[in-house]
């Protein structure tokens, strides 16, 4: 008899209390796409490539992202330019494979591969997630570059 007034005065209003507090807290909804997300400041969006002052790649192809992801999703094939310079010929990464942990921007002793805060990346066929160098190579800066 004790436990069943004990569940009916304490544990039901201890239980009541907490839904209240989340009623009457505000509100978290954003209004996207008008509002957009704040972010994380260690949040990993899509990958992108950087270039020199030159306007370059970056890149050598040395293989060090290529090995230390631990999903495989990074697949590259190295070339030369008449100057003996080592870049990449093939650069490709299979977004839906990758788990954006971040160790390829880690390994990169150039600093040429960033993963950026763009989160607004869908598409309707799975060939359209295998990013290749042209694609990665776009406008995306890292932030506070220069440019």
Not at 59 to 75: E, F, K, Q, R, T
Request: hydrophobic share 35%; net charge positive.
């Amino acid at each position: 008899m004790f436990d069943i007034l004990k569940t009916i005065f304490w544990a039901i209003p201890r239980g009541l209390s907490v839904t209240f507090k989340y009623l009457l807290s505000r509100s978290v909804t954003v209004r996207y796409p008008e509002q957009k997300l704040k972010l994380s400041p260690r949040y990993r969006g899509l990958h992108y490539l950087e270039r020199n002052e030159d306007g370059s790649e970056k890149c050598v192809c040395c293989g060090l992202c290529a090995a230390v992801c631990p999903s495989g999703c990074i697949y590259m094939e190295p070339a030369e330019n008449e100057f003996g310079e080592r870049y990449a010929r093939v650069y490709e990464i299979n977004e839906l494979r990758c788990i954006f942990c971040g160790y390829c921007q880690e390994a990169c002793p150039k600093e040429a591969i960033f993963l950026g805060k763009e989160y607004e990346f869908s598409a309707d066929r799975r060939e359209k997630f295998i990013y290749r160098k042209e694609d990665l190579l776009v406008a995306y800066r890292k932030e506070g570059s220069k440019g």
